[in-house]
């Protein structure tokens, strides 16, 4: 079981800095590296705990549109995920900041989707 979360949380390292490469609105700020892996690894962790806690809670809340949309919702959730994550970064003082909802944080929530069930696919359990 940790190994798994291990593996989810490099999955979404990845993922999520190729979401920033992608994405100028995404950002991990500057230094060096050293601090920017350690800040990604970071985010990482608040993103499968975000994912994990809340995610699940707001996707039963927006059943209704998820239907409606049939599951293009989903990407709104995810994007709203990565704005909590954004903001609980924040607040721990860490460098990752999306500059706006819509654009940033929805094609990056694309991007760490796609990237995420890429990589879980490749992995083996």
Known sequence: ????FALQTVINAVALWIAAWAIPG?????????NIFWTVVLVALI????NALIRPVAKMLS???IILTLGLFVFIVNA????LT????????LAFHIDHFFWDAVFGALIV??????????RTD
């Open 1 to 4: 079981m940790l190994i798994n």
């Open 26 to 34: 995404i950002t991990f700020g500057e230094g060096r590296t050293g």
């Open 47 to 50: 993103f499968g705990v975000v």
């Open 63 to 65: 059943l209704p549109f």
């Open 80 to 83: 709203l995920m990565l704005e």
């Open 86 to 93: 954004s903001w609980l970064a924040g607040k721990l003082n």
């Open 113 to 122: 989707t796609f990237v995420s069930m890429i990589l879980s696919f490749i």
